[in-house]
């Protein structure tokens, strides 16, 4: 009982949060609030181990994004073509068109350090945490990820 209470207080607390940011990162939206779904589901399953890390919300987005990583590896190999996924739409909680299309842009990893620093506001060590990566290497992405940002949107001022 006390499982399934902590549970529902994260989930309250963290969807929203989560599929936002799974939104920005892979820029689908229906793909992001099911992967987010299929991720909150699979933390519920092993609640009383992820419950107690240090950043659940971190685990499952790095989950989420890993099923979307792999979902578009299928289709990929379904369309049997090497050509890089562009989105269709920007998302609509992006206001300046030409800063969404530069993030579509970023690599899926460089993207991924963007959207949990700056929109969830997340520290460096809470990022390397959530991506399974070292604190050294979100620096790194980020640092080359908003230096592919300013050149993209440098007549965009």
């Not at 939206?29 to 992820?50: H, I, M, P, Q, Y």
């Not at 700056?118 to 979100?138: C, F, K, N, Q, R």
């Amino acid at each position: 009982m006390e499982r399934e209470r902590t549970f529902e207080q994260f989930y309250r607390s963290e969807r929203a949060h989560l599929v936002r940011a799974v939104l920005f990162t892979i820029n689908d939206r229906d793909l992001a609030v099911e992967v987010t779904d299929e991720a909150l589901s699979r933390a519920f399953g092993r609640w009383t181990e992820v419950g107690a890390m240090t950043s659940p919300g971190g685990w499952t987005y790095r989950v989420a994004v890993n099923l979307a990583r792999n979902r578009f590896r299928r289709l990929r190999l379904e369309r049997r073509k090497a050509a890089p996924w562009t989105p269709p739409d920007a998302p609509p909680e992006v206001a300046d068109p030409a800063l969404a299309a530069a993030l579509a842009r970023l690599p899926l990893d460089q993207r991924a350090v963007v959207v949990l620093r700056y929109h969830l506001d997340w520290s460096v060590d809470e990022t390397a945490a959530a991506l399974g990566i070292a604190p050294g290497t979100v620096k790194s992405r980020l640092h080359r990820a908003l230096q592919r940002l300013e050149a993209d949107l440098e007549g965009h001022r």
